[in-house]
């Protein structure tokens, strides 16, 4: 190895565990489901972002063996050579029938979506209203876009206004985008999207909704721009096919012109295989499912209700969640830490949340009901967060 290499990993490995900041990946031992097995012990789920429990549905999994029967385990190419198999045409024609647009094209994963789709529009001579709590995929694929980014403070409508005027007025761009989530995945509060379409009619933006957190949740499961009945407005609607959907992918919905575009100029799918077949029918039926029936989606708002209920009548801090997650805000960086620590002890896999992902003083547990969990189960969770509660003096 490289002694240049070798030095700067270890100096700042060894950084990074002394600050407390390295993270211990757990395995864990089975499937992801409401409950999990970790190092041998069986532990309430509240981290997975498999909201309506469809990563171990047994319909999906018949339909994924049924597939790799026929087609294989792999696609074999990329998808302009060729690795697009029937079964990729039919999940991009029920994806935007989902998305109420009049085309979609699928990646392989959310984040490789946000590097494929804003850098084939957007480039150095534009600019990128961005919301400053956006997802990481979507901050690296402006910078690789080129395009200038200017942050707006989050879900802060007038700096919105303010910083489009001035990006506007100055003449600089050839075209301007405005981009945010759909659902902020750290606090659970919806984007402001028909103030955001407003804005971008005034100014000419071009609009971009990463509804990661949003599809299968939020508009009766068909995302927060149906949500808003904005289906029209908004020119870029994205979602992952790995949290609610329970598999694993990416995809864009909108004008046809718009999705011709993406398949000749969007790299991961002009550079990158395509999704594996049992994959690719898991995904179309689970889309169908959500739109079929409502049930699963009704399950994890009730869910969602009921643990928000009962942390709070324990006397915990919740935040403002619109949607099923559930922060619970403890504050300190070291005492959310060790909440969570204390949590997993017990028998309550909730993930600590803490600077530099959230802002300093406001560390979280946040936890994710499913559609898959059971009454009890959240009973179970809500009394372990009583006794830890309790014994580390976050609640009286
Ligand atoms: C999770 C997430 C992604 C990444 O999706 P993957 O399919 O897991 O790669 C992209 N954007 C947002 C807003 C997300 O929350």
Redesign the pocket.
Known sequence: MSKILDAFLNENLEALRDQGLYNEIDAVEGANGPIIQVNGKKLINLSS?NYLGLATNEELKQVAKKAIDEYGVGAGAVRTINGTMDLHVKLEEKLAEFKGTEAAISYQ??????MAAISAVMDKNDAILSDQL??A??IDGCRLSKAKIIAYKHSDMDDLRTKAKEAKESGLYNKIMVIT??VF?MDGDIAKLPEIVEIAKEFDLITYV????GSGVTGKGKGTVKHFGLEKEIDFQ?G????AIGV???YVAGKKNLIDWLKVRSRPFLFSTAVTPGDVAAITRAVEMIMESTELHDRLWENGDYLKAGLKKLGFEIGASETPITPCIIGDEKLTQQFSKRLVEEGVYAKAIVFPTVPKGTGRVRNMPTAAHTKEMLDDALAIYEKVGRELGVIN
């Open positions: 972002n994963s959310g984040f490789n979506c946000n956006n997802h995929s979507i989530d759909g995945s990463d509804d990661a957190h994205i992952t096919l790995s949290k694993v992918g990416g």
